[in-house]
């Protein structure tokens, strides 16, 4: 029998080389031939000379047959040298496999595999023999390609690590530790420290303090717009990472770090508990084994043994199941720890199994009833390594000749976790654990053991070999903050977690996102936002009105071209143009064009007016640099395009990009379109538009550089006809208009005409910054001068900079508003405050205000403790409060009822057992 488990492990030995070599880079590939050897040469060292009988396939898919070399080497090296080969074949193994890694993770390696060796009392000569051949090799390998060599540097390292801890292993060989050195958590502090330098993985890069979804309340199981659960994470992984979040990122290392430590040590107290042997060696390999990508995975992972081990002490009951139980609340941040704890419990505690399981349940029914009605959290990913497929024949091996119970849960856990199935991943930590306590029967020979121990380090190692850290670009960091004071953000980007607002998963009306994140990272703000969760408009009191107005600002025309003086600089051949009264330009064929050349100042507008003939999808005006030589079929020039007759602007360079909309204008009637145009920097942007003598303020940054900006003119698809009175390209200031001001600074006298929407009569009053001239009808106006019916200003002003602040009209106790702030306070505060189970916005205003809510599922609504429908009401002035209520709150507020009910029977346990008793005896007596 001996024999055939040896047959057994060579074969399995062979075929993870053989496999693993087909998917893993050469240099590992190297590394894991020596390790292999290393293997042979302390489990059966004639067997070694079969490693390179694997390796054929890969010689003969790949056609390099350097394996086959490097592995007839170290089989010759094994079969002769056996043991005394081991430490020389494991040295070099790990001074391949990590190379690339940092400084930490290779001194973690080394430290690792010198414990191992003292362990086995084996020679060290061969770290030191392995670190002296490095050395040789960097040495050879410098002469042709220089000290600076990263491979120099590699065999370098590798070779340091060799000689240090060779030689330190051969001076500490053979002595004894006191007796009260703690060597096994001092052992089990090895990995935890070198994790410390393992960066930041994906799953964590949302723990930050800017970060929404990281700082909402864990009793919430709705966050705006999304279902998020955390419940079951409250007493875990929810404070720890909190108070570890103060670190930055690093507090993410010594989460690992403490983690990880904690797994190593409730392993070590479990399996000394079950009487298993090798117990710091099976503890280090579960250890290393830990989850570390997964911060919930990891949590459970680490407490799991801890269970275990309580489960196993002869404590009271009323002691051991509300500590078990507490314990498996912390461990349920990994939520499916209820279903390890189960399966563990078939193994180690079969007679106390229901209550185990009963009592877990009611302790976690806070989060498990929820749960059940709305959906459980994501699972981790742990990727499911060949190492653990080759796990499979020998845990079914070991229903044989292991512990029977454990084996059958080991096969069962193994085969469901490389399944692919939808949570396989719960089963990781039962996988592991099973298998190591599998190897506990008496019929297990050391070959076995060795072998389960082998196949679940290659795992850590794959583990460490294919990890990546992650790099936050800075980019994402400077979305959050143009995004940190918005209500809502659509995030299309990477790293959503990060966004220091709720962002949207699910369709929301356009009213409630501010911002949109795009693919590319550019923040666009939403023209059509009006507020989230909720958006008020103030309610004017009716003595107040605000009248729309027209600008037309004073003009400084440097050409002006019209049916006399039509010369464009370039012309397609494919345009008509008929020069009687108008210009009547029209495309004959395909896409056509024309343009004039220009020397823009630095600010200047763009004027069309007139109206379309013939009109179809998309005629454009641009500017940019064109050539006679350029085509528009496509674009191939730098060139910035309003697509007439449609919102869009779009930037042609290396390649087209959304630049952002205008207003687009009704191609049926006759038009006239201003842009203004204005460089900042280097780049020129579109500084406002004048469509049919309405102004609207943009400050869209188009990207195109200013040097660019030597034509401008028109693209014309086929059909269609344009017929235009004017085009006129102007030396413009830029007037600045909101509801309270506005200003403008020309360099000469400036004016600027006002047309409201409707006649004005009354008493006219209003106010600047410096002294302005108001013309109406021919007259000069002063303040409280008496107008009727009119329906134009004209506003004079001096050089420099002019703030008109006020312009209205008094008519019968109501003030007609044109320009200025109306004399009330018409601000108010929306706090937005969580409180379990939901959001309560406090709203405070001087006025009334008319309320809209955002229609949301899975909520309810209270105005000022009363149900709300909505979703529009009007508050009245002072302070009002909405409650939005989340979906679930019942649900939490009664599994917490049974938790609580739970604890208090497990307290009580030996009490109401003891009352049953008597009961029972005084019943048998009547």
Known sequence: MDKLNYYLTSLLIDLTTGVLSLVIPLQYSFGLIALSSAAFSILSPELSVTLPLSLLP????????????????????????????????????????????????????????????????????????????????????????????????????????????????????????????????????????????????????????????????????????????????????????????????????????????????????????????????????????????????????????????????????????????FISILGSSFFPLVVSVALMGLITYRRGLSWLVLSVLGANAFWIIPYILYGTPNVGEVTPYITFVLLLPVATLLTKFGDKASAIISVISLAFLVSGLPYSETMYPVAVMSTLLAVRGKGVKEVLIALVVVLLLSSSLLQFVNYQPTSIPEQVFEISNRVENASLVWWNYSFPYLSPVATNSSPVVTQGLQYVVTNTGE??????????????????????????????????????????????????????????????????????????NLTPPPTFSVTLSGKWVNYFPYPSLFIGNATEDSSVTPINFAALTVELGKPTVLLYSREIKLVGDVTPFNVSRPFNFTLEFSKEGNFTFISGEILNGKFTALDLNTSLPWQDVRT???????????????????????????????????????????????????????????????????????????????????????????????????????????????????????????????????????????????????????????PFSGPTTELGPGTNYLLIDFQGTVAVVIGMFITIYSFAIAILSDVIRDALERIANYLEKI
């Open 58 to 325: 890969y010689s003969l898919i790949t056609k390099n047959y350097s394996v086959i070399a490097l592995s007839g080497l170290t089989s010759i090296t094994s079969y002769y040298l056996k043991e005394r080969s081991t430490s020389f074949l494991l040295f070099f193994a790990i001074s391949l496999v990590m190379m690339d890694l940092n400084a930490y993770m290779q001194v973690l390696a080394f430290a690792l595999a010198l414990v191992a060796l003292l362990y086995l009392k084996l020679d060290l000569r061969g770290a030191v023999i392995n670190g002296i051949s490095l050395l040789l090799t960097a040495s050879a390998v410098s002469i042709q390609q220089g000290l600076s060599s990263p491979l120099v540097s590699s065999l370098s390292d590798g070779a340091f690590y060799s000689l240090f801890f060779g030689i330190v292993g051969m001076a500490i060989e053979g002595k004894r530790l006191p007796r009260k050195f703690p060597r096994t958590p001092v052992l089990l502090a090895i990995y935890p420290l070198a994790s410390l330098s393992l960066g930041l993985p994906y799953a964590y890069y949302w723990w930050s303090q800017k970060s929404y979804l990281f700082n909402v309340s864990p009793f919430n199981l709705w966050v705006p717009v999304r279902y998020f659960p955390q419940l079951n994470q409250v007493l875990g992984s929810w404070p720890l990472s909190h108070l570890l979040s103060h670190l930055g990122y690093f507090g993410v290392d010594v989460y690992i770090a403490c983690l990880s430590y904690l797994s190593g040590l409730g392993a070590f107290m479990m399996f000394r508990k079950l009487g298993l042997r090798h117990v710091p060696m099976f503890s280090l390999v579960y250890e290393l084994l830990s989850p570390f990508q997964d911060p919930y995975l990891l949590f459970g992972y680490a407490v799991l043994p801890f269970i275990i081990s309580l489960v196993l002490t002869s404590l009271r009951n009323s002691v051991k199941y509300p500590a078990v139980m």
């Open 523 to 596: 923040v666009k703000s939403n023209p059509d936002f009006l507020g989230f969760p909720a958006f008020f408009t103030v309610v004017i009191p009716s003595y107040l009105k605000r009248v729309d107005f027209n600008v037309s600002p004073e003009a400084f025309p440097f050409l002006e071209i019209n049916s006399s003086n039509f010369h464009p600089s370039y012309s397609s051949g494919q345009l008509q143009v008929n020069l009687s009264r108008s210009i009547v330009i029209k495309s004959l064929l395909g896409s056509q064009f024309l343009f004039w």
């Open 712 to 866: 401008f003119g028109l693209i014309l698809p086929i059909d269609n006809e344009v017929n235009l009175t004017g085009i006129e390209v102007s030396r413009n200031v830029s007037v600045n208009i909101t509801e309270n001001w506005m200003s403008w600074n020309s360099s000469t006298p400036f004016y600027v005409s006002i047309t409201p929407s409707e006649g004005l009569n009354g008493t006219l009053y209003y106010d600047s910054n410096v002294p302005i001239t108001v013309e109406a009808q021919g007259e000069t106006l002063h303040n409280g001068s008496y107008i009727s019916g009119v329906k134009e200003f004209t506003l004079y002003s001096p050089p420099g900079f002019v703030n008109v602040t006020r312009v209205f009209v008094e008519n019968n106790g109501v003030d007609y508003y044109l320009v200025g702030r109306f004399p009330v306070n018409t601000s108010y505060t929306v706090k937005v405050k969580q409180i379990f189970g939901g959001e309560e916005l406090i709203i405070k205003s001087s006025l009334s205000l008319n309320m809209t809510v955002i229609p949301l599922n899975n909520i309810g609504l209270k105005l000022d403790g009363h």
